[in-house]
């Protein structure tokens, strides 16, 4: 990842949205949990945190759920928005997870993931 694992770097993000804008894309989407708004912590850095906002305001962003119970972060099932939203609009998926899980729960899926997964890595910040 562009934070080496150590930060979420919404810059990367900002990359690769510029990287399918400058290739002629124009439905780009991108999924972040909500928490991802919050306040950083030291156990979860996060850095260039208004990329979110401008991509958000310029309809690129989409929050997933997330909410807190008696204090504990409860996140949504993000995969599957992912999933289900490449699928649905015949596009690509831009990430180094392998989504397994899914790729056994629908054979249709299952196909998709296999032939539009594309994992990525940072070199220089390209």
């Known amino acids: 990842s562009h934070g ?8 990367g993000i ?3 949205v510029d990287w399918f804008r400058e ?3 124009t439905y780009i989407k991108v999924f972040v949990p909500l928490w991802r708004k919050e306040h950083p912590r030291q156990d979860s850095p996060i850095a260039d945190q208004h990329i979110l906002e401008e991509l958000e305001k310029q309809s690129v962003l ?3 759920p997330s909410r807190k119970v008696k204090g504990k972060r409860v996140v949504c099932y993000d995969d599957r ?3 289900k939203v490449a699928y649905e609009k015949d596009g690509v998926i831009v990430s180094n997870d392998h989504y397994r899980d899914l790729q056994n729960e629908n054979p249709e ?7 539009r ?6 070199v220089s910040n390209r």
């Open 4 to 11: 080496n694992k150590e930060v979420f770097s919404c810059w």
């Open 14 to 16: 900002q990359l690769a």
């Open 23 to 25: 290739r002629g894309h």
């Open 62 to 64: 989409i929050y997933t």
């Open 81 to 83: 928005y992912i999933v």
């Open 109 to 115: 899926w299952k196909w998709f993931i296999e032939q």
């Open 117 to 122: 997964l594309l994992m990525y890595s940072f």
